[in-house]
C-alpha cells in the first residue's frame, strides 16, 4: 500500500537535450508572438523551457503525489506560475534539467502542490527554473517544504502604466500550442473534459496566456528585446477561451532590492481577469 504523503523533495531527472531552432519558433508562433529576436537572432521565448519538462513534470506528478496525498479534490488547473532565466538562452544550447516535488500549500480554496524544474547548460549553470504550482479545486493536502516566491501586484504601480497589448486567439490555438509545448490535457482538447470539471468548454493551456504576458512585458517594458528578462510569475484566475482575444495591461514597478527593474502585469479575457498578480523583473 502506497503511503498517501506528498514526497517534497523527491526528484524527476534527468532532461539532456539541445534547443532545437525550429522548436523555439514554432513555440513563439504557437503563442502569437511576432518578436524578430526569436526568428532572426536565435534568442529562445522566456516562457519556452517549459515545454522541456513537461515529461518530467508528469512523472513527478505520479511519482511524488500518491493516490490519497491530495483529499476531496473536485479537479486541477494550473494554479500560478513562475519562470526565473539567470541569462538569454540561444537555440543550440545544450542543456540537463531535472524536477522536484518543491512544497505544498492549503487555501481556503483548495490545495496548491508546487514542482521545481531546473536546468543547466554545459558548465552545470544554472540557466532556467520554473515552479510549477497545480491547484486542487476543493482539495486538502498536509503542508510541506518552504513558502513560494512572492509575486503580489503592488497597486501602487497603476499610477504609471506602460500601455496594454491586445493578442487575438484562434479556435484552434490550444492544438497549436499543444503542438509545440507537448501539453496536450484534455480540458485543452475536448470540450466534453472540461465540462466534467465545471467549464463550459475547452480553454486555452495557462502557459500558452503566461506567453502572451511575457510577449507584452518584452514589447511594452523592453522594447522588444526579450534578453533582459529574468523573471516572470502570475496567478492564473480565469480562463482563456479559444477565438477570445486577451489584453495585457503592463505597469512600471520600479526597482527590486536586488536593483532589477521591476514590471506589474495583469491580463483580461471576455470582460474578466484571467491573470492575477503578474509580476516581471528585468536587468
Not at 514554432?26 to 532572426?40: C, E, G, R
Not at 490545495?111 to 547548460?121: E, I, P, R, Y
Not at 486542487?136 to 501586484?153: C, I, K, Q, R
Amino acid at each position: 500500500m502506497s503511503d498517501p504523503k506528498v514526497k517534497v523533495g523527491h526528484q524527476v531527472g534527468t532532461y539532456e537535450g539541445t534547443i532545437d531552432a525550429g522548436h523555439a519558433r514554432a513555440y513563439a508562433l504557437a503563442t502569437n508572438d511576432p518578436t524578430p529576436a526569436y526568428f532572426d537572432d536565435g534568442v529562445v521565448p522566456p516562457v519556452f523551457t517549459v515545454s522541456l519538462g513537461l515529461e518530467l513534470l508528469l512523472r513527478s506528478m505520479a511519482e511524488a503525489v500518491p493516490p490519497g496525498a491530495v483529499r476531496n479534490a473536485r479537479g486541477g488547473v494550473h494554479g500560478t506560475h513562475e519562470t526565473r532565466l539567470a541569462r538569454p538562452l540561444m537555440a543550440g544550447e545544450a542543456l540537463s534539467g531535472k524536477i522536484d516535488l518543491y512544497a505544498t500549500a492549503q487555501t481556503s480554496a483548495g490545495a496548491m502542490v508546487s514542482h521545481h524544474f531546473a536546468l543547466t547548460d554545459a558548465e552545470g549553470a544554472v540557466v532556467a527554473e520554473h515552479w510549477w504550482n497545480l491547484f486542487s479545486m476543493g482539495g486538502e493536502v498536509d503542508v510541506a517544504g518552504p513558502a513560494l516566491p512572492d509575486h503580489t501586484f503592488p497597486e501602487s504601480a497603476r499610477e504609471r502604466p506602460l500601455g496594454e497589448l491586445t493578442v487575438g486567439t484562434t479556435e484552434d490555438q490550444t492544438f497549436r500550442y499543444a503542438g509545440a509545448s507537448f501539453d496536450h490535457a484534455t480540458i485543452h482538447m475536448h470540450d466534453s473534459s472540461a465540462q466534467r470539471v465545471g467549464f463550459p468548454r475547452k480553454f486555452l493551456q495557462g502557459l500558452c496566456t503566461f506567453a502572451f504576458c511575457s510577449q507584452a512585458v518584452v514589447h511594452l517594458a523592453s522594447g522588444d528585446d526579450p534578453r533582459p528578462i529574468r523573471r516572470l510569475a502570475g496567478r492564473f484566475s480565469s480562463p482563456v477561451f479559444p477565438g477570445n482575444d486577451v489584453t495585457i495591461r503592463v505597469y512600471d514597478a520600479g526597482p527590486t532590492p536586488e536593483g532589477r527593474r521591476g514590471v506589474a502585469f495583469e491580463a483580461f479575457s471576455d470582460d474578466k481577469p484571467v491573470l492575477r498578480h503578474g509580476w516581471a523583473e528585468l536587468e
